[in-house]
């Protein structure tokens, strides 16, 4: 599934990610954990192809694929995932139509037809009530005055209908209260169970670990895994 081998990341003369090597399988859960500045979210945006990082050796491969060879949107058609820390509002841009172009999107990259709308909303309506999102919500622009728990169930929702390979969750249980947590906890439990994907889970915390719970823990400091184990 995900393999990064060797990886150095430098942002200007500062290097971040030290020779940085990380496994996580298909249905796997690999919790990530350690202080600040360590490089956690760094490896995120690196994943996913942010700008602004330089990756000076190593490679991330996803089955076999080197995804530093693909700009960001054709990593997120081959698989790759990522929730934010702090989802942004997009001003204009409804959900539902954020929705179905992602979805669209990655189905006409595995060559499919493109879901219709009567199937689309049908998907979508079953996917937020497990959520507990109100439809009223979805008729809003993306993010636009949600709260933080309402952004990070947007964000599991997104990951219920595109169906990743591997999901980078950073620091997702960031503002949740005990409700919200164990409903997003479930999201994410029910779409890694059902689609076989492998979760990448970012935290400072061990609550969120009661609900979902890690195959392995990896521990980074100073750019690197100095530590990791099991549960």
Avoid: W
Avoid at 65 to 72: E, M, R
Avoid at 129 to 155: A, D, T, V, Y
Avoid at 210 to 219: A, E, G, L, M, Q
């Amino acid at each position: 599934m995900l393999e990064i081998n060797d990886l150095h990341v430098s942002v200007g003369d500062r290097q971040i990610l030290k020779g940085l090597n990380l496994k996580v399988a298909a249905g796997e859960v690999a919790a990530i954990m350690g202080p600040n500045g360590t490089g956690k979210s760094t490896l995120s945006y690196v994943i996913a192809g942010r700008e602004g990082y330089s990756i000076t050796q190593g490679e991330i491969l996803l089955n076999g694929l080197n995804l530093l060879d693909l700009p960001p949107h054709l990593r997120a058609s081959s698989g790759v995932f990522l929730a934010f820390q702090y989802p942004v509002e997009i001003p204009g841009v409804a959900c539902m139509q954020f929705l179905k172009a992602a979805m669209n999107a990655q189905r006409r990259s595995r060559g499919e037809d493109e879901i219709n709308t009567p199937e689309f909303i049908k998907r979508v309506r079953e996917e937020s009530e497990k959520l507990k999102i109100h439809q009223e919500m979805l008729r809003r622009p993306l993010n636009s005055g949600f709260s933080g728990g309402e952004k990070k169930r947007h964000e599991i929702l997104q990951m219920e209908l595109l169906k990743p390979k591997i999901a980078i969750l950073d620091e997702t249980d960031s503002g949740l209260d005990v409700d919200a947590l164990r409903i997003v906890s479930e999201g994410v439990n029910r779409v890694k169970d059902s689609n076989n994907i492998g979760i990448m889970l970012i935290t400072h915390y061990t609550r969120i670990l009661r609900y979902i719970k890690p195959d392995f823990v990896h521990v980074f400091a100073a750019g690197k895994i100095v530590e990791a184990g099991g549960a």
